[in-house]
């Protein structure tokens, strides 16, 4: 079983910037990927950056450029630098773990990420 714990949320004015934290303890494999997802009520969850441990990231173009995932494999902590925030950044950001990754292809699917934290919120206002 793996425990995943965000933190760093927060609220910030647009042009702002926040730093998310996620803690992962329990087994992993050598290769995994994670992920932060981000959700706003009535809408779907969508996948807002990728690592996998071998160092492959991707974006969601919606943060290209603002946005930075990046993780420490030997403590097992995700990290994710938001900068320029924008009002449309806010939501509850949830991180993720897949730890089927074969380091063919980091999903975007939400469905195929088997562990979640329990979600940090980030608040921009304008």
């Known amino acids: 079983q793996v425990q995943l714990v965000e933190s760093g949320g927060g609220s910030v004015q647009a042009g702002g910037s926040l730093r998310l934290s996620c803690a992962a303890s329990?087994?992993?494999?050598?290769?995994?990927?994670m992920g932060w997802f981000r959700q706003v009520p009535g809408q779907e969850r969508e996948a807002v950056a990728r690592?996998?441990?071998?160092?492959?990231?991707s974006y969601a173009d919606s943060v290209k450029g603002r946005f930075t995932i990046s993780q420490d494999n030997a403590k097992k902590t995700l990290l994710l630098q938001m900068n320029t925030l924008q009002p449309e950044d806010t939501a509850m950001y949830y991180c993720?773990?897949?730890?089927?990754?074969?380091?063919?292809?980091?999903?975007?699917?939400?469905?195929?990420?088997?562990?979640w934290g329990q979600g940090a919120q980030v608040t921009v206002t304008s």
């Open positions: 690592i996998g441990t071998d160092g492959h990231t």
């Open positions: 329990g087994y992993l494999p050598v290769s995994y990927c």
């Open positions: 993720a773990a897949d730890p089927t990754y074969d380091g063919s292809y980091l999903t975007r699917r939400p469905d195929e990420y088997n562990y």
